[in-house]
T-cell receptor
């Protein structure tokens, strides 16, 4: 148990569907992240939220839309995805601030786009 | 931006032997270097980290060394055991306050041969 919970763990969706990934952290952290993990590629940072404000976008396509309603919850809304978006999507959190950037990951949501 | 190179991509060692994984980074401002272990079907878990004000850190069978001049850092696992088999990722970032994302290496698949 890492303190970062992601749901669903597995998701299969069509290219015209709309779905959302959910993340909840129980660590009292101030920052939350979405990372994408594909085969043969390094983990890619997608979005960063600090105190519920987005601080980095990293040129992610607009078919991925994050939402952070409070410091404990983070969503990734998905619409009109492509097959190449199939990957493991990892949520993470960190305390934030100086010397508080140790990042803790959830177990991930496996996404398959058909 | 930061670029992290990790070698080797696959490492096979006999149980009981030592394993060494090496990473280089490009941004001399980076000052935080964590290592993560990822087992099959799970998210990455932090196993050890080092900040740029120290050159070495140990935790039981695991140690990390940092050479700031050469911009490289290494993970050392001694007396390897079957449960050490996993994918290991190095990462680097500038921890200057606020929320910053990690830049990851591509990972090393460590195989412990019985």
């Amino acid at each position: 148990e890492t303190g970062v919970t992601q749901t669903p763990r597995h998701l299969v969706m069509g290219m015209t569907n709309k779905k959302s990934l959910k993340c909840e952290q129980h660590l009292g952290h101030n920052a939350m992240y979405w990372y994408k993990q594909s085969a043969k590629k390094p983990l890619e940072l997608m979005f960063v939220y600090s105190l519920e404000e987005r601080v980095e976008n990293n040129s992610v396509p607009s078919r991925f839309s994050p939402e952070c309603p409070n410091s404990s919850h983070l969503f990734l809304h998905l619409h009109t995805l492509q097959p190449e978006d199939s990957a493991l999507y990892l949520c993470a959190s960190s305390p934030g601030g100086l010397n508080g950037n140790t990042i803790y990951f959830g177990e991930g949501s496996w996404l398959t786009v058909v | 931006g930061e670029n992290v190179e990790q070698h080797p991509s696959t490492l096979s060692v006999q149980e009981g032997d030592s394993a060494v994984i090496k990473c280089t980074y490009s941004d001399s401002a980076s000052n935080y270097f964590p290592w993560y272990k990822q087992e099959l079907g799970k998210g990455p878990q932090l196993i050890i980290d080092i900040r740029s004000n120290v050159g070495e850190k140990k935790d039981q069978r695991i140690a990390v060394t940092l050479n700031k001049t050469a911009k490289h850092f290494s993970l050392h696992i001694t007396e390897t055991q079957p449960e050490d088999s996993a994918v290991y990722f190095c990462a680097a970032m500038y921890s200057g306050g606020g929320a910053d994302g990690l830049t990851f290496g591509k990972g090393t698949h460590l195989i412990i041969q019985p």
